[in-house]
């Protein structure tokens, strides 16, 4: 697994299989163990011109730590929470 320090805060890339991540590669912080979490919430917020003057509400896309692939962590999409 690559560590890579970014100031103070060392991360290590991880690859995002399905949901609305799927197939991106990106830095995870690791805890203060060393240790990846054992699962990324990725939040969706916004807002787009459209015939609706409300702002949607923020959804997070839930992401599990499944294992690794030539030394890159996995996190496999879970579900999606509205809210």
Do not use: C, N
């Amino acid at each position: 697994m690559p560590l890579t320090i970014i100031g103070f805060v060392a991360v290590v890339e991880a690859w995002f299989l399905g949901g609305p991540a799927d197939g991106r590669v990106m830095l995870v912080e690791q805890t203060a163990d060393g240790d990846l979490p054992k699962l990324v919430r990725l939040s969706q917020v916004g807002l787009h011109f459209g015939a609706s003057e409300a702002v949607a509400p923020r959804v997070e896309h839930i992401y599990v730590l499944g294992g690794s692939v030539d030394d890159t962590q996995v996190y496999q999409y879970e579900r999606t929470v509205h809210g």
